[in-house]
């Protein structure tokens, strides 16, 4: 296999590219018995840009797909590696939660689609042949996908930017080594600051990446779902600063602030403008009495 077209190596037959529209990273990795795809794009046109750039690269077929989360942008393009698109087709792993989430009867994917369309000019066509197809290999804890020569294991380890983020890590044939790789989804983001979305988690996130990090060696290159590759302090920060919104949102909330003046009120290591979600998803969880994380 040889580099093509704009794919980092980032470590040996580890191909990571940035696409756009939202500057989600596509990460395939090169097993003696296949490809793994790592997230999918926004749509099947899109995920077909990924097959036929990989046709390029590499003879050895896309045998598995997984989806880091349930965001449009990681998973509207699984239709172009199943059945019909893509012979023999490819397995698509995610977390349990996405089952329902991106059933086709789902509403809420319409709506979304709808929206989407006036946003971007290509989506409007490019959503027209849109498909969705949930993962079928579903992951509670954690899974393990062989690749012949090397492993990836997939980990639930708790909520944070959704419920169903899963922590991917690379391993080779010695259990006991750091992993090379990790893939982070938008648990870590570099190309702008966490993604606290309407399905976020922000009370519950900073122990998840606890979790994440007690996996990772000092040498383990960290891939976001957005943006250039960072290292395990740089995760550790990230976590920092997380923690830091989850702790002024809990004093906030004790000290009789309103929701909507908490934005104002606080001192936020975010722009307080990325907190608008972070901020009413914090204060439903600590109304409802959802202080501790489940998991
Ligand atoms: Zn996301």
Same mark, same amino acid.
């Given at each position: 296999m040889t580099t093509a077209g704009d794919w980092d190596e980032t470590a040996e037959g580890v191909f990571r590219k940035r696409f756009e529209p939202c500057d989600v990273t596509v990460t395939a990795v090169v097993g003696s018995e296949g490809v793994a795809v790592i997230d999918t794009r926004c749509s099947p046109a899109e995920a077909r840009e990924i097959k036929e750039q990989l046709r390029h690269m590499t003879a050895a077929p896309v045998r598995w797909v997984v989806n880091t989360h349930a965001h449009f942008d990681h998973c509207w393009g699984n239709a172009e590696f199943v059945a019909a698109r893509l012979t023999p087709p490819a397995r698509i792993w995610g977390h349990e939660s996405l089952a329902a989430q991106l059933d086709p009867a789902n509403p809420l994917l319409a709506a979304l689609a709808d929206e989407l369309r006036t946003e971007e000019p290509r989506w409007a066509t490019d959503l027209l042949e849109l498909d969705f197809v949930a993962p079928t290999e579903l992951v509670r804890d954690h899974a393990s996908i062989d690749l012949g020569d090397r492993r990836l294991e997939l980990r639930f380890l708790g909520r944070g930017h959704t419920d169903g983020d899963l922590w991917i890590l690379l391993t080779g044939d010695d259990p006991g080594a750091q992993p090379t790789i990790a893939l982070a989804?938008?648990?870590v983001? =570099?190309?702008? +600051? +966490?993604a606290f979305g309407d399905d976020s988690f922000p009370l519950e996130w900073a122990a998840t990446l606890d979790r994440a990090l007690s996996a990772l060696g000092p040498d383990t290159i960290v891939i976001p779902g957005h943006g250039d590759t960072v290292s395990a302090t740089? %995760? =550790?920060d990230q976590r920092a600063a997380i923690d830091? %919104?989850?702790q002024e949102i809990r004093r906030l909330h004790a000290a009789g602030v309103p929701m909507e003046a908490a934005a104002h009120e606080g001192s936020w290591p975010i722009p307080a403008p990325c907190l608008g979600?972070?901020?009413a998803r914090g204060y439903l969880a600590l109304n409802e009495g959802r202080t501790n994380p489940p998991h």
């Open positions: 989804g938008d648990l983001e =570099r190309s702008g +600051p +966490p740089f %995760v =550790r830091a %919104v989850a979600w972070a901020i």
